[in-house]
Structures are given as structure tokens and as C-alpha cells.
């Protein structure tokens, strides 16, 4: 059993922001040895300060995939202001799992401001800024992304051709989000099968594992779910199931009221009808329908520029 509840306990407590401060300055020598707004030459550049930093890894193998380390490796070509995404910020996305496609290249470049080096500690308040994908956001000096529930944890890391800014999720639309995710390659053909990208703009997703979806769809176990699967119920009211009308935070569930376990909530779906989520006595798992399908949350709160994800081991029943 995953102790999802305790790990996200943990994570408040400690500040994403601060777990990324130490990596970037323990990880990375050329930053311990300098100062951090030394823009010398000698200084890494915003590539090579990626690379050094462990919990930077998913971004590393997604730049490398989509050819553009060259790019943030060109002092001449500079300045470059990364948004950089955690490997937390990916999950359930795990090492080797980036696919190379013009789709994961053009997500990333939207973690890309070229030509501009923004600190935020000298904004007085927000600023726009237009990233490599051609897309306009507005970024405050207190590090939030307007528009998302997406924020900057660590700022201001500084490097020799720019600077870099951590962030908590990956700047994507959520089907842009289910798309690169291995996990979600069955979600994603039924999202799309069904018609249903437009429902999941501004709301919460309850995301079925892969296995999941074939065990409870797939009828005559082929490996895909065909367009007359499952004989019984109706694939688009079945996903609408999962679908919550409003972001839910699988944090500030937990944080709310953290002596009080067990603790459930209930939150209406797309479908009309009700989940509940809830967890174990002691805090350490989260639930969704603990009744009937009994679905843990293997993966919690997926921010995306959008909505949320979770991702959950069952698939629900309207």
C-alpha cells in the first residue's frame, strides 16, 4: 500500500521550494564555489545547471529527446529563463518513459522564455512574457503563473547564459498532460474516442491506470477497447464518472484537519452522480469510492495549466 497521505504530509511541511534550494545548491559545484548571480562565463550554463541537479532528471531526458539542450547550451544565443519542472511535477512519469514527438517538444518549449532573463525578485508585480511555443503567460514576483494553479517553489537560480525557476507542474493543457504520460495511453484513446477533451477544461480527472481500464473495459482481453466495449454502460458516462466539476486538492484535503483520520469528502461528477474520497485511520492512503471500487490514489495532485489530475489503480462505476 502506497503511503501516499504521510508523503504528502511531508512535502507541506518541507516546501517543495526549499527540497529544490538544496538540490540546486548541493547538486550542482559550480554553485556552491560562486556566487549564484555571478553571470560568468565560468558559471554553468542553464543546460548544463539542469543536468547537475537530480530532481531535474525527467526535464534532462525531455530536453534531450526533443534537441533542445544545444539550444540552452548557447551563451551567444542567450539570455533563457527555464521553468523548470520537477520530477515530482511529472509523475506518474518515470525515467526512460518520455516519448521523442513534436507534442513533448512544443510542451517543453513552453517552459522556455528566450531572449529574456526574468528575476523575479526585481518584479515589482506581474509580467508577461512569451515562451519558445509561442504562448503568452503572465508570471507574479511571488512566483504564480496566472491562469493555472501552477507555482513557482524555487526562484531566481542563476546561470551563465540565464536563469532558472522551479515549478510544481508541468505547463500543459491536460489532454496535452495525458498525452505524454505512458500511464494514460488507454485514458487518452477514450478521451479522445469519446469526444470528451472540452470536459476536462478547469476540472479535476480521476485518471484509471491502463490496466485498470482493460481489466474493467476490455471484454474480450485483446488489448484495446474496441468501439462496441464494454457490451453493458456507456464508456462516455463511465469517464464522466471520474470527472469532478471543480480542482480538488488531494493536499489540502489531507492538511485540512490532519488529527482527524479517517476523514472522507464527497464530490459530484460529470455524470450527476457522487465519489467519495476518503482515507485510511491513520492518514496514510487515500481512497476514492471506498465501498465499492476501493480505488487508491497511486498519484496525487498532477497540476496541469488547466486542471488536476490523480491518478487511481480502479476504474469507478457511475
Known sequence: MIDLATSLRRWGRLGLGLFALVLVTTGCDAFIDQDQSDPAPSSPTVAEAVTKVPALSRLEEGLQKSNLVDDL?????????????????FAPIEGGELSQ??????????????????????LSGQQNVQTLAGEEITIGSDGS????????TNQDVRAANGTIHVVDGVFAEMIKRVRITKQYDVLEALVERENLIDELDGRTLFAPSNGALLSRLDEDDSGVIEDDEPQEGNVSDILKGHIHDGIFSAAE???????????????????????????????????????????????PDVKTRNGRIHSIDAVLTP
Request: overall charge negative.
Open 73 to 89: 547550451q548557447d551563451v551567444d544565443n542567450g539570455p533563457f529563463t527555464v521553468i523548470a519542472p520537477t520530477d515530482g511535477a
Open 101 to 122: 514527438s513534436a507534442l513533448l517538444k512544443t510542451v517543453l518549449e513552453g517552459h522556455v522564455i528566450a531572449g529574456e532573463e526574468l528575476v523575479l525578485e526585481d
Open 253 to 299: 484535503f489531507l492538511d485540512d484537519d490532519p488529527s482527524a483520520f479517517p476523514k472522507s469528502t464527497t464530490l459530484e461528477t460529470r455524470s450527476g452522480g457522487n465519489i467519495t474520497i476518503a482515507t485510511d485511520e491513520d492518514g496514510d492512503s487515500v481512497f476514492v469510492n471506498p465501498d465499492d471500487e476501493n480505488a487508491e490514489v497511486t498519484t
Open 145 to 152: 503563473i496566472d491562469g493555472t494553479d501552477l507555482s513557482v
